[in-house]
């Protein structure tokens, strides 16, 4: 088994406790075989917590210490969110280092944060996730050289609405698989997800429509942010499915 979509200490919201050798002296513990590392990218970002970024330098100099030793392999990752105003900047900033795994996401809409709440003011529930709906596709459609696209759909989870109906924005999601898959990338299984929507992301029927459109590429992430998380949930995967 693979967690492909991991928080150490260097992303800002994640535990301190979450160093590499943690995350690997857990892995072990679980029987993974190897370990992705997905630290923040958001150029940018509305929120303040993540204005200063991570000095990439040191931290795969620090990740390559770590390699050298590790009992399994470790892959170098980040997870890049998209805005618009930023893409030539994200194109350039991918391009400027080793990844071997990025996770493309979207955090923000309209320059704001959507943890805070403050996208959805004044907007139907269904106006603001077709907005996000339609950035993804964007995302997508805009920037070339990532692996996976990260927790499609996820936007209930700071929504202040319950979770979409697939039928409503069905055509959106068919345009945003179709592009995922003529781009030959992954679609992520996140399954943060099962904390506050009780399943992953993206739901069953995404998943199903990924598959029958021809998509084959998936990833599996647990988005962990302290070492606990690690690989939460993998057995709830309904990996029957596909
Ligand atoms: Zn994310
Ligand atoms: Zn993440």
């Keep these: 088994m693979k967690d492909t979509h991991i928080h150490t200490h260097y992303s ?7 160093t590499f050798e943690a995350y ?21 970002p509305a929120h303040p917590l993540f204005r200063e970024p991570i000095d ?29 105003h930023v893409k030539e900047e994200i194109q350039s900033f991918i391009k400027k280092y080793p990844f071997e795994h990025v996770i493309l996401s979207v ?10 709440q403050e996208f959805f003011k004044g907007k139907t529930k269904e106006e603001a996730y ?43 999601i068919d345009d945003i ?3 995922l898959i003529k781009k030959e990338k992954a679609l992520e299984i996140n399954t943060s997800g099962f904390i ?17 459109l021809g998509g084959k590429k998936f990833t599996y992430g647990s988005d962990a942010h302290d070492v606990k998380d690690l690989g939460r949930y993998f057995k709830d995967i309904k990996r029957d499915l596909f």
Aim: net charge negative.
């Design 12 to 18: 800002k919201d994640a535990s301190r406790d979450a």
């Design 24 to 44: 690997i002296k857990k892995a072990l513990a679980l029987g993974f075989t190897s370990l992705t590392f997905t630290d923040h990218h958001d150029i940018d």
């Design 56 to 84: 990439f330098d040191a931290y795969i100099k620090d990740f390559n210490q770590v390699k050298k030793t590790s009992p399994i392999p470790i892959h170098l990752g980040v997870e890049v969110g998209y805005q618009r």
């Design 107 to 116: 955090h923000y809409l309209e320059k704001k944060d959507l943890y805070t």
């Design 130 to 172: 077709d907005i996000y709906f339609k950035t993804c596709l964007e995302a997508i459609e805009t920037i070339d050289n990532f692996t996976t696209f990260g927790h499609l759909d996820y936007i209930p989870r700071y929504a202040p609405f319950d979770d979409y109906d697939y039928d409503y924005h069905k055509v959106v």
């Design 177 to 179: 698989l179709n592009a």
């Design 196 to 212: 506050t929507e009780k399943r992953q992301y993206p739901k069953e029927e995404v998943i199903l429509r990924y598959l029958e």
